[in-house]
């Protein structure tokens, strides 16, 4: 029983760890992580014990606070949903003295994600969390960016270089950089990322789309489009991981997209990422992200060669 008279679910009970991962440095206690803007401390708490996750990769933040779309902001679709939450969030500074100390007062291994209009914004957000209790940094580059004429400095490799070469001189925490998958050619922008200082990379981002609503045919969501997250993507997201590993064989990699299960955290793990982080599957079932570890913990179990690649911060492939 709590303050307020709640008593909390929490229908996992602590568990002892028998896989851990490595990810650029950092010691994950297990392979599995929450995806960023699926995961709020507030709510997730009532359901599990948020230190017993890989880490905890938390809503995007900028550098002062964000309103986000209007509404509607959200729509379903097959196996799916489309999002444009427009990155919603109260900023950096209330970041730095509420949700990561409180994070961190649980012992959650906290990856911040960062969120820009602008490289400066970036640079700003960065900056502030160089000295904070932060494990890593996880750079969000598909934000509509103002210095690159409104596109995402995740679609260009110039761009994208010359932004995390920049944010790389504030900072000395591992930055992963997250990229995108509305590109043409997923290979050249993850280069350009590893080149430019990224320590680990993480993918994928949604994907463009939208719902029309055939009484008014017109866009369900506010913003039109927006983007499209859940198993639907599971294939597409393992692809671009795979793609990624071929061209790219020692960077960290975080699998992300449509994972729902400890199986489809597997094959992210086959496919040469080192961790995997879950995202829309904790909307409509808060207790996937530990579920999902719980059951990759097991799987694991069988698979020793696997199990201590990761332990020792390699991949499968
Ligand atoms: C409602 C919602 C909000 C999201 N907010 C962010 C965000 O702030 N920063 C970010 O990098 N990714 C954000 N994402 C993308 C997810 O972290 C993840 O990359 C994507 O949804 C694919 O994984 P999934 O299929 O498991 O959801 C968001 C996704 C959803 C559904």
Redesign the pocket.
Known sequence: MTENGNTPINVYEKHEWKHKTVVAGVEWKNPVG?????FQLAACRWFYDVSQMGAI????VSPVPWEGNPGP??AESPA??V?A?G?Q?PGVDHYLVDELPKLKELGATVVT?V?GHSDDDYAQVVAKLADSPADML?I?V??PNVSHGGMSVGTDPVALSRLIGHLRKLTSKPMIV?LSPNVTDIALIARAAAEAGADAL?????LVGMRIDIRTGEPIISNRTG????????PI?LGFVWRVRQALPDIPIIG?????SGEKALEFLYAGANAV???????YDPTAPIRVARELDDLLDSRPELAAKLAAGETWR
């Open positions: 929450t995806a960023s803007g699926t990769s938390t809503k995007g902001r959200t799916g949903m999002n939450v990155l969030n994600n969120a996880e969000n598909s934000c997250k993480s993918l994928i981002n949604t983007g499209v997250s859940g198993p639907a993507i599971f997201a992300i997209g449509g994972i729902d982080e879950v995202g829309a599957a904790a909307l």
